[in-house]
């Protein structure tokens, strides 16, 4: 189909598509003080526009809004249609309370009733 299309019909298409990636979506990769915005997640990886964003290495943090997410260790994939894919070498979640120094064995009950 794109065949048939003209070239400033198909490069309007394609700056288009890429707009749409750039405002979609609330996650973000910290990179220090710099943030670039997520167009792709999937289970191994991310994804960002490349001309918005260097080649990423390294400790880095992943943010939905406001909240904090994970942090991962990644490295530059490959360069696919305007994207630059990373790949995490680990990705920890990060959790809201400290971690318990003590291993819950049994299911404790939400409330109890007293005696009457």
């Not at 390294?58 to 260790?73: F, K, N, S």
């Not at 994939?77 to 819950?104: G, H």
Request: net charge neutral; charged share 30%.
């Amino acid at each position: 189909m794109s065949d048939f299309l003209p070239e400033a019909v198909r490069k309007g298409l394609e700056d288009a598509r890429v707009a749409m990636l750039r405002k979609s979506g609330r996650l973000c990769v910290h990179d220090g003080d710099q943030v670039y915005r997520i167009s792709k997640v999937w289970d191994g990886g991310f994804a960002v526009v490349a001309k918005d964003s260097p080649r990423l290495r390294g400790l880095v943090e992943i943010y939905d809004g406001p909240r904090h997410l994970a942090q991962c260790l990644i490295m530059a994939s490959q360069e696919e249609n305007d994207l630059m894919l990373y790949e995490y070498k680990r990705s920890t979640a990060v959790s809201d309370r400290p971690p318990l120094d003590f291993a819950t064995t049994e299911a404790r009950p939400a409330g109890l009733l007293p005696l009457l």
